[in-house]
C-alpha cells in the first residue's frame, strides 16, 4: 500500500517566521512530488512541485526533496496569517499521473 | 487564470438516487481526474481520463460509479445508486501533458447522501 504521511499538527508560528512542513512517501518508485494549499471548505491549491533531490525556491517558498530518505519538506519564509491552512503534500504513483496524498498539515500563524 | 468549473457546489441526495457531478476542466488540458475528500480524511482518487477513457481507477471506483466526456468540454462523475459513505467533496482536477502534471482542481461539490 503507497502511502504519504505527514504530521497533522497544529502547527502555530508567529508571523514573519519560518514554518517548515514535512512529509515521508513509501513508494521508492514515486518521482514527483507536490504541496498543496487547501483552505477549510475549499479545494486543494497547487503551491510548489517538485521533482528532483535538493531545493526548489519559489518566493517565500522553498520544497526540498531527499529520495534517498523518502522525504519531502515544505519551508514557508515571512509567514502571513493569510498562510494559516491546511498543506497537503502529494507524491506520483504510477504513469497515469494519480496522486496519493497524505492527510496534511495544519498551520496556524499568529498576528 | 484558467479555472475548472464545477456544478453544482452542494448537492443533496436521498439514499439510493443517481447523482450526476459535472466539470468543465481547462480547454487545453488532456488528462482529467475524479477524487473525493471525506471529511477529516485523505483525498482519495478516484478515476483518470484521457483520450476519452478511463486510464486507471481505484477500488473505490466500481460498479456504481461512471465518468463520461460527453461533448468534448464537460466530464461527468455518475454514481448510480449513492450511500450513505458516498457523502464527501468531489473534487474535478484537471492537468497538461506530460511534463507539468500538477493539477488544477475545481471547486467541488459537497455530495450529501441523506
Known amino acids: 500500500q503507497k502511502e504519504v504521511e505527514q504530521n497533522s499538527g497544529p502547527l502555530s508560528v508567529p508571523e514573519g517566521a519560518i514554518a517548515s512542513l514535512n512529509c515521508t512517501y513509501s513508494?521508492?518508485?514515486?518521482?514527483?512530488f507536490f504541496w498543496y494549499r487547501q483552505y477549510s471548505g475549499k479545494s486543494p491549491e497547487l503551491i510548489m512541485s517538485i521533482y528532483s533531490n535538493g531545493d526548489k525556491e519559489d518566493g517565500r517558498f522553498t520544497a526540498q526533496l531527499n529520495k534517498a530518505s523518502q522525504y519531502v519538506s515544505l519551508l514557508i519564509r515571512d509567514s502571513q496569517p493569510s498562510d494559516s491552512a491546511t498543506y497537503l503534500c502529494?507524491?506520483?504513483?504510477?504513469?497515469?499521473?494519480?496522486?496519493?496524498w497524505g492527510l496534511g498539515t495544519s498551520l496556524a500563524v499568529n498576528p | 487564470e484558467p479555472e475548472v468549473t464545477q456544478t453544482p457546489s452542494h448537492q443533496v441526495t436521498q439514499m439510493g438516487q443517481e447523482v450526476i457531478l459535472r466539470c468543465v476542466p481547462i480547454?487545453?488540458?488532456?488528462?482529467f481526474y475524479w477524487y473525493r475528500q471525506i471529511l477529516g480524511q485523505k483525498v482519495e482518487f478516484l478515476v483518470s481520463f484521457y483520450n476519452n477513457e478511463i486510464s486507471e481507477k481505484s477500488e473505490i471506483f466500481d460498479d456504481q460509479f461512471s465518468v463520461e466526456r460527453p461533448d468534448g468540454s464537460n466530464f461527468t462523475l455518475k454514481i448510480r445508486s449513492t450511500k450513505l459513505e458516498d457523502s464527501a467533496m468531489y473534487f474535478c482536477?484537471?492537468?497538461?501533458?506530460?511534463?507539468?502534471?500538477?493539477?488544477?482542481f475545481g471547486s467541488g461539490t459537497r455530495l450529501t447522501v441523506v
Open positions: 482536477a484537471s492537468s497538461e501533458e506530460a511534463g507539468n502534471y500538477g493539477y488544477t
Open positions: 513508494d521508492r518508485g514515486s518521482q514527483s
Open positions: 502529494a507524491g506520483d504513483a504510477g504513469n497515469n499521473r494519480k496522486l496519493i
Open positions: 480547454s487545453n488540458h488532456l488528462y
